[in-house]
Every structure is written in structure tokens, then in C-alpha cells.
């Protein structure tokens, strides 16, 4: 199956840093999402973005369909953006409407 | 709308014991979607279905694991019997059926078996 994984495995910034976070896949995707897991556990969705770029305020993410990458964007980072961060994907050619997850990128933003 | 509605959000069981965790999708979702996270293997799909039909029950561990849709709107996985091994957060994500669609992700379910 695909193969996804995600660098560096963990992070730690001061706030007011900014960071970026890289997942490789190894196939080409129907579906990319990054997620952010909170200290709740919570999976909240980030960006779906299997090609191109995207915004939402101080996060962005950059995928190169091509290359087979995802880059996700930190900025500014502020305590609240702690908690691990996963890449997922969906493999186009196998036909399995599943997500496969990255191990994570685990960041702790320090006051 | 609500969002994906899990029950319960935690269980505590004893080992042997019988575990029924609860889905709701969002309305008009016609994929499901049970995830497990455990710290060793991470986040893996269980099984999904598509229009209440399951489409791909690989990920499901053993025979010990069942899960059902009986309609659009609501899906089990049980656990007969429980073990410590199945201690972990199970997650149910729903999508639009099309291709290209983002999964949303419910809050979980902490299970803990003693």
C-alpha cells in the first residue's frame, strides 16, 4: 500500500516561530489532508489539499502532486498550535476510499 | 450541521466483557469511515462502508470485531469478547461519495479494557 511519512518527528519552537512540516508519500493521491490532533485528541481538519496551495490565516500548505510532497506551513506559532500534526492520504490507484495516516510530527510551542 | 457524533466518548470495560461503540455521520455522508489510534501502530483504518454496504473490512483485527450500518444515519463496532490489547481511541469519519471529498473525523471514543 501507500507509503506516508511525515518529518521531523518532533518539534519544539518558542512562540512567534515559524515552522514547516513535510510529509512524503509514495504513490499518487486522490485525497492529501493535513489534520492537527489537540491535547484532547481531537482530529481537526487543517487543509484537504492533494495538489496546489492553500491559506487559512497563520497555517498554509503547499502540495506538489508531482513530487510527491506536502508541505504545511507554521507561522507566528502560538501555544495553542501544540499537539501533533498528521498527513493523510488516499492512493488513486488502488481504489480504497481510506485514509492512510503519517506517524505525525509531534510540536510543542513554549511561551 | 453537528458534525460526526460518537458514543460514548470514554469507556472503561473489564477484560471479556462486551463493548458497542456508536456512530452518527453527517447528513448525506454516504461513506463511513472507523479508524483505530493505538501508540504502537498509530492511526489505521478499521472498515468503511459505502451506502450502509461494507466495502473493505481488512483492517478489522480479528473475528472478535464487528461493525454494522444498519442505515445512513447510524453505525456500530463491537467489541465480543474485550480485551486489553483493544484499548485504544476509535474514531469514525464520514465523506460525500465522491472521489475527491475530505473525511470529517468525530471526536473518538477512549476505550480502556481492563
Known amino acids: 500500500g501507500i507509503q506516508v511519512e511525515q518529518s521531523p518527528p518532533d518539534l519544539i519552537l518558542q512562540e512567534g516561530a515559524n515552522s514547516t512540516l513535510r510529509c512524503n508519500f509514495s504513490d499518487s493521491v486522490n485525497n492529501l489532508q493535513w489534520f492537527h490532533q489537540n491535547p484532547w485528541g481531537q482530529l481537526i481538519n487543517l487543509f484537504y489539499?492533494?495538489?496546489g496551495t492553500k491559506q487559512n490565516g497563520r497555517l498554509s500548505a503547499t502540495t506538489v502532486a508531482t513530487e510527491r510532497y506536502s508541505l504545511l506551513y507554521i507561522s507566528s506559532s502560538q501555544t495553542t498550535d501544540s499537539g501533533v500534526y498528521f498527513c493523510a492520504v488516499e492512493g488513486m490507484d488502488t481504489g480504497r476510499r481510506a485514509l492512510t495516516f503519517g506517524s505525525g510530527t509531534r510540536l510543542q510551542v513554549q511561551p | 450541521d453537528a458534525g460526526v457524533i460518537q458514543s460514548p466518548r470514554h469507556e472503561v470495560t473489564e477484560m471479556g466483557q462486551e463493548v458497542t461503540l456508536r456512530c452518527k455521520p453527517i447528513?448525506?455522508?454516504?461513506?463511513l469511515f472507523w479508524y483505530r489510534q493505538t501508540m504502537m501502530r498509530g492511526l489505521e483504518l478499521l472498515i468503511y462502508f459505502n451506502n450502509n454496504v461494507p466495502i473493505d473490512d481488512s483492517g478489522m483485527p480479528e473475528d472478535r470485531f464487528s461493525a454494522k450500518m444498519p442505515n445512513a444515519s447510524f453505525s456500530t463496532l463491537k467489541i465480543q469478547p474485550s480485551e486489553p490489547r483493544d484499548s485504544a481511541v476509535y474514531f469514525c469519519a464520514s465523506s460525500l461519495d465522491r472521489t475527491k471529498e475530505t473525511q470529517y473525523f468525530g471526536p473518538g471514543t477512549r476505550l480502556l479494557v481492563l
Open positions: 447528513s448525506g455522508h454516504d461513506y
Open positions: 489539499i492533494p495538489s
